[in-house]
């Protein structure tokens, strides 16, 4: 089955405490990307990442590291949580560009709540 | 800029009957597709229907059609026949082919519509 896999799905953390959110999907997709959730903004990008090794920082990059070290993984890295980041973030994989004709497929979402 | 507006929060609908969520968007790119995804109230973002820009027809999936205007830069989701089922909250979507002062391949999202279906 097609699928995008975060972990975990729910995490509470304190502030300062790095942490790091798993992806990874198995259709071959080159383009990943992290999005976060806030009530009231929608979704927005965070970071994304055209193939392995090439990774760029989308519309709200701060606090976020992420890394692309094999085509199926996107890991993202909070170095130092604050409870600003306290959101519900979504991974997402879709094939490469050009062409705007790809669906993005999302994880299931994990919610993270710092303290 | 690109932008997605869609100006309903919540929306209630009864059962059976068709709905209309709307949803404009701004965008100088000539290409362009436009997305609707479904989020119900366990959190996962489901992927409903897609319109390209020079599509010609309006995209139908099952019970999901879109109706595009492109001259007026409306891209609204019709939902027939209500299912209890169809209660989330609903989100359109942009991707650009070159996406002008943020991240190529940006998906761009718009608030959301809460749908509720009544009984």
């Known amino acids: 089955e097609a699928q995008v896999t975060q972990n975990p799905r729910y995490l509470i953390t304190v502030t300062g405490k790095k942490l790091t959110v798993t992806c990874s999907q198995n259709?071959?997709?080159?383009?990943m990307s992290w999005y976060r959730q806030d009530p009231g903004l929608g979704l927005r990008q965070i970071y994304y990442?055209?193939?392995?090794?090439?990774?760029d920082k989308g519309d709200v990059p701060e606090g976020y590291k992420v890394s692309r070290k094999e085509k199926r993984n996107f890991p993202l890295i909070l170095e130092s949580p604050s409870p600003n980041q306290t959101s519900l973030y979504f991974c997402?994989?879709?094939?490469?560009?050009?062409?705007?004709?790809?669906?993005?497929?999302f994880g299931q979402g994990t919610r993270l709540t710092v303290v | 800029a690109q932008k997605i507006t869609q100006t309903q929060p919540g929306m209630f609908v009864q059962e059976k009957e068709a709905v209309t969520l709307d949803c404009t968007y701004d965008?100088?790119?000539?290409?362009?597709?436009l997305f609707w995804y479904k989020q119900p109230s366990s959190g996962e973002m489901i992927f409903l229907i897609y319109?390209?820009?020079?599509?010609?027809q309006n995209a139908t999936e099952g019970r999901y059609s879109l109706n595009f205007q492109k001259a007026r830069k409306s891209a609204n989701l019709v939902i027939s026949a209500s299912q209890l089922g169809d209660s989330a909250m609903y989100f359109c979507?942009?991707?650009?082919?070159?996406?002008?002062?943020?991240?190529?391949?940006?998906?761009?999202f718009g608030k959301g519509t809460k749908l509720s279906v009544k009984p």
């Open positions: 965008t100088s790119d000539p290409s362009y597709g």
């Open positions: 979507a942009m991707r650009a082919v070159m996406n002008y002062g943020g991240s190529q391949g940006n998906l761009i």
């Open positions: 990442s055209m193939n392995v090794e090439v990774t």
């Open positions: 259709m071959n997709h080159e383009y």
């Open positions: 997402a994989s879709s094939l490469s560009l050009p062409g705007v004709t790809t669906e993005a497929f």
């Open positions: 319109q390209g820009s020079y599509d010609q």
